[in-house]
Nanobody, 123 residues
Framework: QVQLVESGGGLVQAGGSLRLSCAASRLTFDAYSMAWFRQVPGKETEFVAGISDLGDNRNYADSVKGRFTISRDNAKNTLYLQMSSLKPEDTAVYYC????????????????WGQGTQVTVSS
């Protein structure tokens, strides 16, 4: 079974930075598109950023464009999300997700999910 394990979340002040990591196992990592989603209790899961299997195509939600950078290291089976200029509205549980083949931005298109990591941005 595919395993995705997020890390790097925490509490940070507004304007600060965090880097999330997602370690993947039991899959051919470079055959999977990857994405970060986030969820606030009571709200729908929101797409944050996505990256193609080889890392040559990246997509961002408008709300994070210019502040967040998604990347991957296929040699290490690891996905990253560098978050800068964080705002209180970025507070959420962040999930990484994997799907074979091409990138999609809908949560329902992803079969494999991590357990999530909490990011809290204080004002």
């Amino acid at each position: 079974q595919v395993q995705l394990v997020e890390s790097g979340g925490g509490l940070v002040q507004a304007g600060g930075s965090l880097r999330l990591s997602c370690a993947a196992s039991r899959l051919t990592f470079d055959a999977y598109s990857m994405a970060w989603f986030r969820q606030v209790p009571g709200k729908e899961t929101e797409f944050v950023a996505g990256i193609s299997d080889l890392g040559d195509n990246r997509n961002y939600a408008d709300s994070v464009k210019g502040r967040f950078t998604i990347s991957r290291d296929n040699a290490k089976n690891t996905l990253y999300l560098q978050m800068s200029s964080l705002k209180p509205e970025d507070t959420a549980v962040y999930y990484c997700a994997a799907r074979p083949g091409s990138f999609r931005a809908r949560p329902g298109d992803y079969a494999f999910w991590g357990q999530g990591t909490q990011v809290t941005v204080s004002s």
